[in-house]
């Protein structure tokens, strides 16, 4: 008869600095695996006492001390199931990212992290040294293996693992959402269970932080390449998954009979979910009771708003119209209409007396000038300086609305609409925007809902900061400029390459000469949720002052 182990993945949304908390979560985690899940082992994510990432808070003086203090507030809650959790590990003068096996009031063994990622959205090398050595430990009759995110990725840690005898690896991760990633995950896990020759259980964190969302999806990866449990992403839980150890000794192998696999999901779900997740966690770990957003009548304000209320519920959501002379009846009707339908707070605040004022106070600095995009600029100001202004007095955070297609190309307005605390659409396309609009409408809830007015999602895009303005004036059509910018920033190629794609030529220099010139303004934006492979943050470094021409 073949024996069984409860692996407990604890896939939870833990705060980066509040280790006091994060350990009171993982000890209570612990006792509800035991008591709901006859657990045997409950592994939590990486770097779950400190949270992840935590950047220069390593460097502080006093995170040894409390990581000290929090495992021995572990030991001392002697609970009897084997716990793995992700840790900070100073040896000497060394750090590591480390993991720990605890079981009662007993350190087991540990594991340092062996493949220290340095690229994209992260820097552990700054931090941490390299650790060399494998971690097997027999638990409940196997051996069992235990790795730390990157190292999935390397071929050289699952080679010892196999080669030090286990029959099962459980890796723990902080591995944080892309579009596609969870697909990538699991063709990874594929790959290496064959190179293993065992199982795999992979447990990911949750949650936001700063620009990044930790999307879960933990999963078990048979050793033939089936993916046999699945946690839903973006949501919290602790998912028990049954592993079956057959026959004795070293010839005994571990096998996960199919259990739990959630659904999949499309792009636009994903996507949507991690939004709403990103801006939750912004405005409640950082405290907020309320956001404040200016409300256009545009799209990118209206699906700002629909992902607000959806995140932090209505009562917490405030909207404004700051209606201008070029402001149309319908973003008027259509930004009302949202408002009201979805029950936030609306107001309307005409900045036609504070721009009069401006151009009145600038009216000798303005002479003999042409009226233009100082002009326009000025209403965007306007529009700032109120939300700041309210948000200054009632403690409110400024949602920003841009997204990548304007921010990219610098179509916004700096301590204008670019004035705010976070931006939900900062990675996201213009072209995708639409397609959330879409998504929110009809397949976000089991009744379609008209939450985003459609003549909103139809209207020609528009700044309205000049009579009959849209957008398509100044800037090629948006499914062109979304695949020259996706080439250009996403898959770095040069202007030539791009142009070899069907572009026209003056086309593309002149978006990518805009991308460039306006590198100053993106490092003056808010933060706001990574969606793609190179957002405009820790992704992308570019320098301000730079001559490098187009080209190949």
């Not at 929090?70 to 900070?88: F, M, Q, R």
């Not at 060394?94 to 063994?109: D, F, S, V």
Request: charge should be negative; aromatic fraction near 8%.
């Amino acid at each position: 008869m073949a024996r069984q182990i409860n692996v407990v993945m604890a896939q939870l949304n833990f705060v980066v600095g509040d280790i006091e908390s994060n350990t009171t979560r993982l000890i209570e985690s612990a006792k509800s695996a035991m008591s709901l899940h006859a657990a045997d082992i409950i592994a939590f994510p990486e770097l779950c006492l400190t949270g992840y990432p935590p950047e220069d808070l390593l460097l502080r003086p006093s995170m040894q001390i409390r990581i000290e203090k929090a495992i021995s507030t572990i030991l001392e809650a002697d609970i009897g199931i084997y716990i793995v959790l992700g840790y900070p590990e100073k040896e000497d003068s060394k750090l590591y990212n480390a993991l720990m096996i605890i079981k009662g009031r007993e350190c087991l063994a540990s594991y340092r992290k062996q493949c220290l990622p340095n690229y994209q959205v992260f820097d552990e090398r700054r931090y941490f040294d390299h650790g060399d050595s494998a971690c097997v430990l027999n638990i409940c009759g196997a051996n069992i293996a235990f790795t730390i995110c990157e190292d999935m990725w390397e071929r050289g840690p699952i080679q010892q693992a196999r080669d030090a005898g286990a029959q099962l690896m459980i890796n723990i991760n902080a591995s944080p959402y892309h579009k596609n990633k969870p697909v990538e995950r699991q063709q990874l896990l594929k790959e290496r269970a064959a190179d293993g020759g065992f199982p795999i259980i992979y447990v990911n964190l949750i949650g936001g932080q700063d620009e990044l969302v930790f999307d879960g999806g933990s999963m078990a990866m048979t050793a033939s390449g089936n993916c046999h449990y699945l946690a839903p992403s973006f949501e919290e839980g602790l998912f028990p998954v049954s592993i079956n150890i057959e026959g004795e000794g070293v010839s005994s192998r571990c096998n996960i009979p199919l259990q739990c696999v959630a659904a999949s999901q499309s792009i636009e779900a994903q996507v949507y979910q991690c939004l709403v997740l990103g801006m939750r966690d912004y405005a409640d770990k950082n405290k907020f009771a309320a956001v404040i957003l200016g409300l256009s009548g545009g799209i990118d304000s209206a699906l700002t708003l629909a992902i607000a209320v959806d995140a932090l519920g209505k009562d917490r959501v405030h909207a404004v119209m700051m209606p201008f002379e070029y402001t149309s009846q319908l973003s008027l009707d259509a930004a009302q209409q949202q408002a009201q339908f979805l029950g936030v707070d609306y107001k309307s605040i005409s900045i036609e007396k504070i721009y009069e004022s401006f151009i009145t106070a600038l009216e000798s600095e303005f002479a003999n000038t042409e009226v233009g995009v100082s002009e326009q600029n000025i209403q965007a100001r306007c529009r700032g300086v109120l939300l700041m202004a309210i948000s200054n007095k009632k403690g409110f955070l400024v949602l920003t609305t841009g997204n990548k297609s304007e921010i990219a190309v610098g179509y916004s307005t700096l301590y204008g609409d670019m004035a705010g605390g976070f931006d939900a659409l900062k990675d996201v396309s213009k072209t995708l925007v639409y397609r959330l609009a879409a998504y929110r409408n009809m397949d976000y809830s089991c009744d379609p809902v008209e939450v985003i007015p459609q003549q909103v999602i139809d209207r020609p895009p528009s700044a309205e900061l000049a009579p009959d303005q849209v957008d398509q004036d100044s800037l090629p059509p948006y499914d062109q400029l979304d695949r020259i910018l996706e080439l250009y920033i996403e898959e770095d190629c040069s202007a030539e390459v791009i142009i070899r794609q069907g572009f026209e030529s003056e086309v593309v220099k002149k978006i990518l000469r805009l991308v460039d010139l306006n590198e100053y303004k993106r490092r003056q934006s808010p933060i706001g949720v990574r969606l793609t492979k190179r957002g405009f943050g820790r992704d992308r470094r570019y320098p301000i002052t730079n001559a490098w021409p187009l080209g190949e």
